[in-house]
């Protein structure tokens, strides 16, 4: 596991490595966004952390991979609050994307400028 710190924020995300990952042959790689309510809670409204799980498999059963975990991109980028509004929206049953619109969040992709640019601070 390595600790990283984004050169643009300030923000701290980790990078979980399995096997010998240099190299020219293609690895597993999975980016994922930090999901309080599905990552850490279970929260069956999204599937963050079934996403997660999954790749966490993959990964161990190829033998060599690498998970990075942005944390503070929660609901990509819109914080948990916004999040936690968008749920209550997918209820009547507006998916994700659609629960974002509706509260006034442009469906964006995900911002990932931080990932590669950023320093490690432990192994």
Not at 16 to 30: C, D, W
Not at 39 to 54: M, N, Y
Not at 56 to 72: D, K, N, P, T
């Amino acid at each position: 596991m390595h600790a990283y710190q984004s050169i643009l924020d300030g923000g701290e995300h980790v990078s979980l490595v399995q096997g010998h990952v240099a190299g020219p042959e293609p690895v597993l790689v999975r980016v994922h966004s930090e999901c309080l309510a599905g990552d850490v809670f279970g929260s069956g409204c999204c599937d963050c952390d079934a996403q997660l799980q999954v790749s966490l498999a993959q990964v161990a059963a190829e033998g060599r991979g690498v998970v990075v975990y942005l944390r503070g991109k929660e609901g990509r980028g819109s914080g948990f609050g916004h999040s936690l509004t968008a749920v209550s929206c997918q209820n009547p049953g507006l998916d994700r994307l659609e629960a974002n619109i509706e509260h006034g969040l442009l469906p964006i992709p995900a911002n990932m400028a931080s990932a590669p640019r950023s320093s490690p601070i432990s192994a």
